[in-house]
Nanobody, 117 residues
């Protein structure tokens, strides 16, 4: 019974920073992948960043150089540091985790990130 608990969303001006955090509870399993999706109004949900258990990462081009994903496997947490935020980063951000490469994912409840002046 895995639950993903997110925190850190909020409102910030363009150029500012926010840090998101997600903690997995109910399971000591070290997940194959943990990361973050986001969905803006009218858009499809997109995978923003992923970190695998061995440390490899993937980012979409729109956030490369600005966002950094990190994991603490001992604590089963994943974080997303977002710098130089732009209005187009505004979205609901969702934490996710997968036990194996082909397993269904677990999802957090989502946290709102708003970037505006």
């Amino acid at each position: 019974q895995v639950q993903l608990m997110e925190s850190g969303g909020g409102s910030v001006q363009p150029g500012g920073s926010l840090g998101l955090s997600c903690a997995a509870s109910g399971d000591r399993f070290i997940f194959y992948a943990m990361g973050w999706y986001r969905q803006a109004p009218g858009n499809e949900r997109e995978l923003v960043a992923t970190m695998y258990s061995g440390g490899d990462t993937n980012y979409i081009d729109a956030v490369k150089g600005r966002f950094t994903i990190s994991r603490d496997n001992a604590k089963n947490t994943v974080a997303l540091q977002m710098n130089s935020l732009k209005p187009e980063d505004t979205a609901v951000y969702y934490c996710y985790a997968r036990r194996t490469k082909f397993a269904n994912g677990y999802w957090g409840q989502g946290t709102q990130v708003t970037v505006s002046s």
